[in-house]
């Protein structure tokens, strides 16, 4: 008797199979879900669901439909492919710009609710229609969405654009002490670019950051690991010096200090070394006062344009680079809970200091 | 000679049982009511789990080892026993069957949900009622195995290193939480509760099993996964992410992402299924000893089927998640007040039965 309960079990076991069955030449594996807000105050749902299929003419299956919210797309949607749609394997998700100024914690609080949507998911924006973004096959590219992907993964692995996911903005969100940010993809005619960084307050979209200040931005939020930078130190006329680093490293510190009446200064240290491989200019880079010169003038200017990135940022109330929560840190719970932290915020002094390095200067003197 | 339980074997146990769905939720439930640094109230819950595990090692002093319902039956006649006990019978194996129902309710967020609950249950509630009839000193054995099988679980907590900030943490401690911390203490509390069980391992433990320094040690170990848990879980999530996530561990196992392998939920959430298999096979077992003590004619098997029957009937009553979860919470208030209450009336009950010498007879 004892001997049949195991083999009792094992058959029991799978039989649980028999149902809930998911086969995986009639599933479509959704890649990419854009959304678009329409005049009328309903969404454009596009989604991008890859075909394993070899007889098929095409990669990718591009669905649209016009919806009140994205769980009431999904029978529309699937109403015209012959794929049991699921999300497990999702890795972008693309909202048009006018969405995101509306507020996206609507469409948040359905991603995160859904367990098979994973929370790596990525979050970025679109300038202009994302659904027509989406849709566009770029000729030289690997199908669009994997185009906007291994893009936007491989910006993030150089940490040239920051990354956001799904977790990291909600995340942010909740957060009272920071703001989540979202990289904003273009269609650039045959390609597709990234056109700079969207600043939220809470869940809305307030402005951006452009694609040159990037590195800036990188700079004030996080560590760097092995990023690359260009520095243009002077570029009027035909006099132009530029000093570029490779495999960049940084350390960012924030201290907040008082003033005399009491009120918090903010102190941005970010320490970075990193490789020399291109200097244009008329120093030495083998020369020791040179290269102190060069450094000092690279690191001043760094200061006065991260100090003007706050600047922009304090202007439009968006604490993307998280002092709010330094500041918190730095007060008592009821103190904090008190103080209208935007309103500080937008007057804050804030003050950079950077100190470069260089570690090497490549193979020539 | 009788084999007996090793302290390795108690400890680990008793660990198993401690641990299980109560823990799925902690984090968040510890942000809700304790706010900033929230995680730091599993100390606080500690001293009064160590507590209680003084009161029952008192107990154990006192009735020097003897199986706690012959002090009972001993001073008290069975017919006024028979109602006192058919309800603790009844209320473990329901607390143990709850807690698999709730498991299987969670486990069905992340895969087969449109199954119908029951049949995992069904094969749930079998398992439990093989592994009862094996006796304590094997489920003492499996449940090591369910541990070695699930403690490398914890190693994945370095895998949020990155994502962890000290700034997210601050330093503030139990500002922003529920007003009402003794609402927060009765439903974080149950997240340790299955310590008590020991007093039901009286009959089974020898002097080299230790068994009190093994409820001390279990506690001491679910202190600290606990507090390690709560403490990345804060440092990961912020506290106010943490305080909307119904279940924080299972976003904690989606965000793990290996080279190779994706998704690795379904399979880690699965893990788990041995702690909370401990949870309800000991909460069983204790219903099992209670249910010898009505019926001592009545085989253990048949004893032990009846019973976990009975359980599986019960589980049916709870049809949706939070269902479960708050018949489970009722159900472990109760286990609060018995987890304190029966070993200060067997205290009481002891030193009546010392005074008269009845204890020495």
Not at chain 1, 126 to 152: C, F, Q, S, V
Not at chain 2, 62 to 81: A, D
Request: hydrophobic share 45%.
């Amino acid at each position: 008797m004892n001997k049949r309960w195991p083999g009792l079990l094992l058959t029991l076991a799978m039989l649980t199979g028999c149902d809930d069955q998911h086969i995986l030449e009639r599933t479509g594996f959704c890649h990419t879900i854009s959304y678009d807000l329409l005049p009328d105050h309903n969404f454009k749902i596009g989604l991008s669901v890859p075909k394993a299929d070899p007889n098929s003419k095409t990669d990718r299956e591009v669905l649209q439909a016009i919806a009140h919210s994205s769980k009431d797309s999904q029978p529309k949607l699937v109403r015209q492919t012959s794929l049991l749609l699921v999300n497990g394997q999702l890795r972008n998700l693309l909202f048009s710009l006018p969405l995101a100024e509306g507020g996206l914690l609507d469409q948040m609080d359905t991603l995160s609710r859904d367990p098979s949507i994973p929370p790596k998911v990525k979050i970025t924006l679109a300038d202009g229609d994302a659904y027509d973004l989406l849709k566009k096959n770029y000729k030289e590219h690997p199908r669009t969405d994997r185009y906007i992907y291994t893009l936007l993964e491989k910006e993030a692995a150089y940490q040239t654009v920051p990354e956001a996911t799904l977790y990291e903005f909600i995340r942010d969100y909740y957060d009272d002490g920071i703001d989540p940010i979202a990289p904003i993809i273009k269609d650039a005619g045959d390609t597709i670019t990234v056109s700079g960084v969207g600043l939220f307050r809470g869940d809305r979209y307030i402005t951006r950051i452009k694609p040159d200040d990037l590195h800036i931005l990188a700079l004030l939020r996080h560590n760097l690991r092995h990023a690359d930078m260009t520095i243009h130190l002077a570029s009027e006329g035909q006099h132009k010096e530029l000093i570029t680093f490779n495999y960049l490293k940084s350390d960012r510190k924030i201290d907040v200090l008082r003033d005399k009446s009491g009120k918090p200064v903010v102190m941005i240290h970010i320490k970075a070394s990193g490789s020399v491989l291109e200097y244009i200019g008329k120093l030495k880079l083998h020369s020791d006062a040179d290269r102190n010169t060069l450094l000092q003038q690279a690191a001043r200017h760094l200061e006065s344009r991260a100090e003007e990135m706050i600047k922009f940022m304090q202007d439009n109330k968006v604490d993307s680079i998280g002092i709010g929560a330094y500041v918190r840190n730095s007060m008592s719970y009821a103190s904090w809970k008190k103080l209208d932290w935007y309103e500080e915020y937008a007057h804050l002094t804030v003050q950079c200091r950077v100190d470069l390095n260089i570690i090497n200067s490549g193979q020539t003197l | 000679m009788k084999e007996k339980l090793s302290a390795f074997h108690a400890t680990i146990l008793i660990y198993m049982t401690q641990v299980g769905v109560f823990s799925f939720s902690l984090p968040r439930m510890l942000a809700q009511h304790f706010g900033t640094n929230g995680w730091l109230a599993i100390f606080i819950l500690a001293a009064f789990v160590f507590l209680n595990t003084a009161i029952i090692a008192v107990v154990y002093r006192l009735s020097k080892g003897k199986s706690v319902f012959e002090t009972l039956e001993r001073s008290i006649p069975k017919i006024v026993l028979f109602p006192i006990y058919l309800c603790l019978c009844c209320f473990w194996v329901t607390i143990g069957c709850l807690a698999a129902k709730e498991y299987i309710f969670i486990f069905q967020i992340i895969a087969f949900p449109s199954t119908h609950p029951m049949i995992f249950m069904f094969i749930f509630c079998m398992l439990a009622y093989l592994l009862i009839n094996k006796g304590i000193y094997n489920i003492a054995k499996v449940s090591t195995v369910f541990y070695i099988i699930t403690v490398w679980i914890l190693f994945l907590f370095f895998f949020y290193y990155h994502d962890f900030k000290w700034t997210r943490l601050t330093p503030f401690i139990f500002q922003g939480g529920n007003p009402d911390k003794i609402k927060g203490f009765f439903d974080v509390y149950p997240a340790f509760l299955g310590y008590e069980l020991t007093l039901l391992l009286f009959p089974y433990a020898d002097k080299k099993t230790h068994l009190m320094r093994s409820a001390f040690i279990s506690s001491g170990l679910a202190t600290i996964v606990y507090a390690f848990i709560a403490f990345v879980s804060f440092g990961f999530f912020g506290l106010g992410y943490l305080k909307v996530l119904q279940y924080p561990i299972l976003v904690l196992f989606a965000y793990v992402h290996l080279p190779l392998i994706e998704r690795i939920e379904n399979l880690l959430y699965g893990f788990l299924l041995f702690t909370t298999m401990i949870t309800t096979v000991m909460n069983s077992w204790a219903a099992v000893e209670v249910g010898k003590r009505m019926f001592p004619k009545l085989k253990t098997a048949v004893l032990s089927f009846l019973i976990i029957l009975f359980g599986y009937v019960i589980s049916f009553i709870p049809e949706g998640l939070m269902e479960a979860q708050r018949w489970l919470h009722y159900a472990a208030y109760i286990e609060i007040g018995l987890a304190f209450g029966f070993p200060i009336a067997l205290i009481l009950l002891l030193l009546i039965q010392r005074s008269r010498g009845e204890f020495q007879s």
